[in-house]
Protein backbone atom coordinates (compact mmCIF):
# COMPACT_ATOMS: atom_id res chain seq x y z
CA UNK A 1 0.00 0.00 0.00
CA UNK A 2 1.53 3.47 -0.74
CA UNK A 3 2.50 5.85 1.85
CA UNK A 4 3.53 9.06 2.94
CA UNK A 5 7.46 9.26 3.95
CA UNK A 6 8.96 11.92 5.95
CA UNK A 7 12.96 12.42 6.88
CA UNK A 8 14.58 12.48 9.23
CA UNK A 9 12.88 10.73 11.87
CA UNK A 10 14.66 12.67 14.28
CA UNK A 11 16.45 16.25 13.90
CA UNK A 12 18.62 17.90 16.56
CA UNK A 13 19.30 21.73 15.88
CA UNK A 14 20.94 24.88 17.36
CA UNK A 15 18.21 27.61 18.15
CA UNK A 16 18.42 30.25 15.39
CA UNK A 17 19.33 27.45 12.68
CA UNK A 18 17.69 27.11 9.48
CA UNK A 19 16.22 23.19 9.17
CA UNK A 20 14.68 21.67 6.10
CA UNK A 21 12.38 18.95 6.72
CA UNK A 22 11.28 16.14 3.82
CA UNK A 23 8.30 14.72 3.00
CA UNK A 24 7.56 12.26 0.18
CA UNK A 25 3.50 12.44 -0.50
CA UNK A 26 1.42 9.39 -2.53
CA UNK A 27 2.46 9.59 -5.87
CA UNK A 28 -0.68 10.69 -7.21
CA UNK A 29 -1.91 13.06 -4.37
CA UNK A 30 -2.93 16.82 -5.32
CA UNK A 31 -2.95 18.43 -1.76
CA UNK A 32 -0.56 18.45 1.11
CA UNK A 33 -0.33 19.48 4.40
CA UNK A 34 2.12 19.88 7.47
CA UNK A 35 1.14 19.69 10.85
CA UNK A 36 2.75 19.90 14.18
CA UNK A 37 2.00 18.44 17.55
CA UNK A 38 4.13 19.64 20.56
CA UNK A 39 4.66 16.98 23.54
CA UNK A 40 1.54 16.47 25.10
CA UNK A 41 -0.39 19.24 23.23
CA UNK A 42 -3.01 18.68 20.30
CA UNK A 43 -1.96 18.14 16.66
CA UNK A 44 -2.34 21.70 14.94
CA UNK A 45 -2.58 22.83 11.58
CA UNK A 46 0.40 24.57 9.81
CA UNK A 47 -0.40 24.64 5.85
CA UNK A 48 -1.59 23.24 2.78
CA UNK A 49 -0.50 23.47 -0.33
CA UNK A 50 -1.80 22.87 -3.84
CA UNK A 51 -1.43 23.10 -7.40
CA UNK A 52 1.94 24.66 -6.18
CA UNK A 53 0.85 27.23 -3.90
CA UNK A 54 0.12 27.51 -0.32
CA UNK A 55 -4.18 27.17 -0.18
CA UNK A 56 -4.11 27.69 3.33
CA UNK A 57 -2.10 28.68 6.55
CA UNK A 58 -2.71 29.19 10.58
CA UNK A 59 -1.55 32.00 12.62
CA UNK A 60 1.84 29.61 13.30
CA UNK A 61 2.98 29.62 10.16
CA UNK A 62 4.66 33.16 9.89
CA UNK A 63 7.56 34.42 7.76
CA UNK A 64 9.88 31.89 9.33
CA UNK A 65 7.86 29.06 7.79
CA UNK A 66 8.16 28.20 4.40
CA UNK A 67 7.01 25.09 2.25
CA UNK A 68 7.87 23.94 -1.33
CA UNK A 69 7.40 21.40 -3.64
CA UNK A 70 10.71 21.18 -5.74
CA UNK A 71 10.40 18.07 -7.80
CA UNK A 72 7.03 17.27 -8.30
CA UNK A 73 7.87 14.28 -5.59
CA UNK A 74 9.11 16.02 -2.55
CA UNK A 75 7.29 18.16 -0.47
CA UNK A 76 9.17 20.74 1.86
CA UNK A 77 8.88 22.59 5.24
CA UNK A 78 11.71 25.08 5.91
CA UNK A 79 11.71 26.92 8.95
CA UNK A 80 14.34 29.48 8.71
CA UNK A 81 15.67 30.34 12.14
CA UNK A 82 14.18 27.95 14.50
CA UNK A 83 13.30 28.53 17.87
CA UNK A 84 13.41 26.59 21.04
CA UNK A 85 9.51 26.50 20.78
CA UNK A 86 9.75 24.83 17.55
CA UNK A 87 10.47 21.33 19.03
CA UNK A 88 7.51 19.48 18.55
CA UNK A 89 6.66 16.60 15.99
CA UNK A 90 6.07 17.28 12.61
CA UNK A 91 3.57 15.82 10.62
CA UNK A 92 3.13 15.87 6.76
CA UNK A 93 -0.32 14.77 4.87
CA UNK A 94 -1.61 14.29 1.45
CA UNK A 95 -4.77 13.40 -0.15
CA UNK A 96 -5.78 12.89 -3.98
CA UNK A 97 -9.21 14.86 -3.29
CA UNK A 98 -10.59 16.96 -0.83
CA UNK A 99 -13.32 14.82 0.96
CA UNK A 100 -10.74 12.01 1.00
CA UNK A 101 -8.76 11.07 4.56
CA UNK A 102 -5.78 12.75 4.67
CA UNK A 103 -2.95 10.03 4.94
CA UNK A 104 -0.23 11.12 7.24
CA UNK A 105 3.84 10.50 7.38
CA UNK A 106 5.48 8.90 10.56
CA UNK A 107 6.36 12.26 11.88
CA UNK A 108 9.81 14.38 12.33
CA UNK A 109 10.96 14.90 15.48
CA UNK A 110 12.48 18.07 15.32
CA UNK A 111 14.10 19.26 18.47
CA UNK A 112 15.56 23.08 18.88
CA UNK A 113 18.87 23.40 21.76
CA UNK B 1 -15.11 28.60 14.01
CA UNK B 2 -14.56 24.11 14.53
CA UNK B 3 -13.60 22.72 17.62
CA UNK B 4 -13.14 19.31 19.02
CA UNK B 5 -13.96 18.15 22.23
CA UNK B 6 -12.52 14.65 23.38
CA UNK B 7 -13.78 14.10 27.11
CA UNK B 8 -11.20 12.60 28.94
CA UNK B 9 -7.44 12.81 28.09
CA UNK B 10 -7.02 9.31 29.53
CA UNK B 11 -9.59 6.20 29.50
CA UNK B 12 -8.62 2.86 31.61
CA UNK B 13 -10.43 -0.53 29.96
CA UNK B 14 -10.07 -3.98 31.01
CA UNK B 15 -9.01 -6.28 28.31
CA UNK B 16 -12.39 -7.51 27.04
CA UNK B 17 -14.49 -4.77 28.22
CA UNK B 18 -16.22 -2.11 25.63
CA UNK B 19 -13.98 0.80 24.51
CA UNK B 20 -16.12 4.40 24.37
CA UNK B 21 -14.05 7.56 23.66
CA UNK B 22 -16.21 10.24 23.64
CA UNK B 23 -15.89 13.17 20.76
CA UNK B 24 -18.04 16.26 20.45
CA UNK B 25 -17.58 18.81 17.56
CA UNK B 26 -18.75 21.73 16.85
CA UNK B 27 -19.18 23.36 13.15
CA UNK B 28 -21.40 25.78 11.52
CA UNK B 29 -21.76 23.43 8.10
CA UNK B 30 -21.49 19.64 7.65
CA UNK B 31 -18.67 18.67 8.70
CA UNK B 32 -16.62 15.58 7.74
CA UNK B 33 -15.38 13.28 10.84
CA UNK B 34 -11.98 11.27 11.32
CA UNK B 35 -10.88 9.06 14.23
CA UNK B 36 -6.98 8.51 14.02
CA UNK B 37 -5.11 6.69 16.17
CA UNK B 38 -0.98 6.78 17.11
CA UNK B 39 0.62 3.98 18.56
CA UNK B 40 3.62 4.87 20.75
CA UNK B 41 6.60 6.51 18.42
CA UNK B 42 4.76 6.38 15.81
CA UNK B 43 2.74 8.20 13.17
CA UNK B 44 -1.29 9.28 13.03
CA UNK B 45 -3.08 6.01 11.07
CA UNK B 46 -6.59 6.15 10.48
CA UNK B 47 -9.14 4.29 12.20
CA UNK B 48 -12.52 5.35 10.37
CA UNK B 49 -14.06 8.01 8.90
CA UNK B 50 -17.30 9.55 7.99
CA UNK B 51 -18.18 11.87 5.42
CA UNK B 52 -21.86 11.30 4.49
CA UNK B 53 -24.39 8.41 4.42
CA UNK B 54 -24.68 5.87 6.78
CA UNK B 55 -24.18 7.47 10.43
CA UNK B 56 -22.07 4.41 11.66
CA UNK B 57 -19.13 3.66 9.90
CA UNK B 58 -16.87 0.59 10.96
CA UNK B 59 -13.21 0.75 11.05
CA UNK B 60 -10.22 -1.09 11.10
CA UNK B 61 -9.55 -3.32 14.15
CA UNK B 62 -13.12 -3.51 14.74
CA UNK B 63 -13.86 -0.11 15.84
CA UNK B 64 -16.70 1.69 15.12
CA UNK B 65 -18.05 4.92 15.39
CA UNK B 66 -21.75 7.07 14.89
CA UNK B 67 -22.11 10.21 13.34
CA UNK B 68 -25.09 11.44 15.77
CA UNK B 69 -25.65 15.14 14.19
CA UNK B 70 -28.62 16.23 16.97
CA UNK B 71 -25.80 15.42 19.96
CA UNK B 72 -23.11 16.69 16.96
CA UNK B 73 -21.29 13.52 18.52
CA UNK B 74 -18.82 11.31 16.70
CA UNK B 75 -18.22 8.97 19.53
CA UNK B 76 -15.85 5.57 18.98
CA UNK B 77 -16.11 2.10 20.20
CA UNK B 78 -14.83 -1.27 20.27
CA UNK B 79 -16.93 -4.25 21.72
CA UNK B 80 -14.44 -5.82 23.13
CA UNK B 81 -11.03 -4.45 24.61
CA UNK B 82 -7.42 -6.05 23.17
CA UNK B 83 -3.91 -4.83 24.45
CA UNK B 84 -3.39 -3.85 21.36
CA UNK B 85 -5.50 -1.52 21.45
CA UNK B 86 -3.26 0.70 23.61
CA UNK B 87 -3.00 3.82 22.02
CA UNK B 88 -3.70 7.52 21.98
CA UNK B 89 -7.20 8.02 19.88
CA UNK B 90 -7.14 11.64 18.50
CA UNK B 91 -11.12 12.76 16.57
CA UNK B 92 -10.46 15.44 14.14
CA UNK B 93 -13.02 17.47 11.50
CA UNK B 94 -12.68 18.87 8.61
CA UNK B 95 -15.01 21.33 6.51
CA UNK B 96 -14.95 22.73 3.30
CA UNK B 97 -15.01 26.26 4.15
CA UNK B 98 -11.92 25.87 6.57
CA UNK B 99 -10.24 24.49 2.87
CA UNK B 100 -10.46 20.92 4.16
CA UNK B 101 -7.51 21.27 6.92
CA UNK B 102 -8.22 19.03 9.88
CA UNK B 103 -9.12 20.57 13.45
CA UNK B 104 -8.28 17.84 16.26
CA UNK B 105 -9.21 17.53 20.05
CA UNK B 106 -6.96 16.96 22.45
CA UNK B 107 -6.35 13.28 22.36
CA UNK B 108 -7.61 10.15 24.77
CA UNK B 109 -4.86 7.57 25.53
CA UNK B 110 -6.36 4.51 25.82
CA UNK B 111 -5.16 2.23 28.23
CA UNK B 112 -5.46 -1.92 29.00
CA UNK B 113 -5.75 -3.41 31.96
CA UNK B 114 -4.67 -7.39 31.55
Known amino acids: EPEVTQTPSHQVTQMGQEVILRCVPISNHLYFYWYRQILGQKVEFLVSFYNNEISEKSEIFDDQFSVERPDGSNFTLKIRSTKLEDSAMYFCASILRLENAQYFGPGTRLTVL | AQSVTQLGSHVSVSEGALVLLRCNYSSSVPPYLFWYVQYPNQGLQLLLK????ATLVKGINGFEAEFKKSETSFHLTKPSAHMSDAAEYFCAVSVVDSNYQLIWGAGTKLIIKP
Open chain 2, 50 to 53: YTTG
